[in-house]
């Protein structure tokens, strides 16, 4: 069974950072993508970023880029998501989840693309 475990949230001035953490663990991963997305009150969640596990391919949406940044830790089977210069509108529940790479050119943006979830974290950026 594969589980997600994010953590790294909190409660951050504008113009700081956070770096998110999503540990994987149930499976070898070799062959998934990992995915952060984020869910704002009253709104749907939102693609953030994406991972390709096996090549460390990347991919943004493009209002995050430049500002977020995706890894990967192979050894520790977490990847990250490291917020720069955050803003208010960020405020959000950030969750990862992971999806079978069945290809080598589409990149997974889509909720209903990934099989796996994790819990959440919380970012709340104040003004």
């Known amino acids: 069974q594969v589980q997600l475990v994010e953590s790294g949230g909190g409660l951050v001035q504008a113009g700081g950072s956070l770096r998110l953490s999503c540990v994987a663990s149930?499976?070898?991963?070799?062959?998934?993508?990992i995915g952060w997305f984020r869910q704002a009150p009253g709104k749907e969640r939102e693609f953030v970023a994406t991972?390709?596990?096996?090549?460390?391919?990347?991919y943004y949406t493009d209002s995050m880029k430049g500002r977020f940044t995706i890894s990967r830790d192979n050894a520790k089977n977490t990847v990250y998501l490291q917020m720069n210069s955050l803003k208010p509108e960020d405020t959000a529940v950030y969750y990862c989840?992971?999806?079978?790479?069945?290809?080598?050119?589409?990149?997974?943006?889509?909720?209903?693309?990934?099989?796996?979830w994790g819990q959440g974290t919380q970012v709340t950026v104040s003004s």
């Open positions: 149930g499976r070898t991963f070799s062959t998934y993508a």
């Open positions: 989840a992971a999806t079978r790479d069945y290809s080598f050119s589409y990149y997974y943006t889509q909720t209903s693309d990934y099989d796996y």
């Open positions: 991972i390709r596990w096996s090549t460390g391919s990347i």
